[in-house]
């Protein structure tokens, strides 16, 4: 089975940059090469429902943003490492949040919706203070 584990999150003040990862590594029925999944990030504010963030495609091609990070945070992958990335630059209050990477074997674009998603990674939280 697919192991995701997210690494990065801290405590920093608005206007601050942070970059997650999530390190891929066991296998699936499909094969345990890591380009043959889509992959997500999505978050979970406190009191709230998880929310999408963003996704990339199998071979990091294609991106999709939520609108409420476009412009400030990028998404990548090194299929290399097996490692998927978020980079969050201008992080404010409302970014505040536990980060989830999460891996989608059936589609080479990621969906927005997290049910798409089969594997999950335990989160990382994020604090940011004004």
């Known amino acids: 089975q697919v192991q995701l584990v997210e690494s990065g999150g801290g405590l920093v003040q608005a206007g601050d940059s942070l970059r997650l990862s999530c390190t891929a590594s066991?296998?699936?029925?499909?094969?345990?090469?890591?380009?043959?999944?889509?992959m997500g990030w999505f978050r979970q504010p406190p009191g709230k429902e998880r929310e999408f963030v963003a996704q990339?495609?199998?071979?990091?091609?294609?991106?999709t943003y939520a609108d409420s990070v476009l412009g400030r945070f990028t998404i990548s992958r090194d299929n290399a490492k097996s490692t998927l990335y978020l980079q969050m630059n201008n992080l404010n209050p409302e970014d505040t949040a536990t980060y989830y990477c999460?891996?989608?074997?059936?589609?080479?674009?990621?969906?927005?919706?997290?049910?798409?998603?089969?594997?999950w990674g335990q989160g990382t939280q994020v604090s940011v203070s004004s």
């Open positions: 999460a891996a989608d074997p059936k589609h080479e674009i990621g969906r927005r919706n997290a049910a798409e998603y089969d594997y």
């Open positions: 066991g296998a699936t029925p499909f094969g345990n090469r890591f380009n043959v999944f889509a």
């Open positions: 990339i495609s199998w071979g990091g091609g294609n991106t």
